[in-house]
């Protein structure tokens, strides 16, 4: 076979013409003869035991989709249509293509690196490895190895976590998303708990999800053998959204509450605080999972959407 020096690579979308150029046994065999040396077309024709009008057709359907090309050069009797092969290899390419790039920005926040907060028991902090602390000791929240929780719980109160503001100066932001993995605080655990919990942007309250239960029973996908089966095992992943229309829950609207009212440009940090109100109508508690414990390989993830340009209200 000849020697190429390159190779076709077509993304699976754009590949139904080629397809269809490659779609009887007669032209594959065709290719595979052009690609073994260049030939030409009577030659074609003549192995193949064809018409040389039908040798034209289905050479020429090859020729459109790329895959060889002709050319007239002399000959004995005057010019002859001589076909090359153009590649050695194809390949498609069966990945989606990646959509253009956004401004985006992506802050990944462990769930003990929390700056303030306020807790009453049933509350406690453990690591990948062992307890922090000791269990419904509020003080046990300002252990230095919270930083290394994996698991926190309490039955009111909140977390407040304070993420860099990396908005660049000018841009317009267009959404800010907080996921995060988070179910109810039962005694051990208890499917049937719910508990109304809540979210507050830079000291605005965003809304509020109720969660069903304190799910247990089973062991989490990441949650170490050391943790009992008795004990709260996984929660259920959760994302608020705020933009310029309101607040939303996994996609459905809880407030009117807008960008604009939360303010992100002009601080250097956004504070995000996740709780449990004491005059909730469901005082369930809350257990927020990291990312060595529950069902999710994930920290608390802040991603911010904005495009660049004057800020949105000046002209």
Not at 105 to 121: A, E, K, N, W
Not at 178 to 206: F, H, K, R
Not at 255 to 261: F, G, K, P, Q, Y
């Amino acid at each position: 076979m000849t020697e190429f020096l390159s190779h076709l690579t077509v993304q699976l979308h754009d590949s139904v013409e080629l397809a269809k150029a490659l779609s009887t046994e007669l032209r594959v065999a065709i290719l595979e003869e052009i690609m073994k040396q260049p030939i030409n077309v009577n030659e074609i024709a003549i192995k193949f035991d064809l018409p040389p009008s039908t040798a034209a057709i289905n050479i020429r359907k090859l020729e459109e989709v790329g895959l060889i090309k002709t050319e007239l050069v002399p000959g004995t009797r005057g010019a002859q249509k001589i076909c090359r092969a153009v590649y050695g290899r194809i390949i498609v390419d069966i990945e989606p293509p990646k959509p253009e790039p956004k401004n985006q920005i992506l802050l990944s926040m462990p769930i003990g690196h929390f700056s303030d907060c306020l807790v009453t028991p049933t509350c406690g902090l453990i690591s990948e490895h062992s307890i922090i602390g000791e269990f419904d000791l509020p003080t046990s929240f300002y252990e230095p190895d919270r930083v290394n929780a994996q698991l926190i719980w309490f039955k009111q109160g909140y977390l407040e976590y304070r993420f860099p503001n990396k908005i660049p100066y000018g841009a317009d932001p267009a959404t800010l998303t907080l996921s995060m993995e988070i179910c109810s605080e039962a005694p051990m655990y208890n499917p049937s708990w719910p508990s109304d919990i809540t979210l507050w942007v830079n000291g605005v309250e965003v809304g509020t999800w109720t969660s069903p239960g304190d799910f247990g029973g089973e062991r989490g996908v990441l949650t170490p053998e050391w943790w009992g089966i008795e004990n709260t095992q996984f929660g259920i992943w959760k994302t608020w959204k705020i933009s310029h229309e309101g607040s939303f829950i996994d996609g459905n609207q809880i407030s009117n509450i807008t960008l604009n009212e939360v303010a992100l440009n002009g601080s250097s940090s956004i504070s995000a605080k996740i709780g449990v109100k004491s005059d909730a109508v469901n005082v369930g508690g809350l257990n927020i999972f990291g990312k060595k414990m529950g069902n999710y390989n994930s920290d608390i993830v802040m991603r911010i959407d904005y495009s660049n340009g004057i800020t949105r209200g000046k002209n």
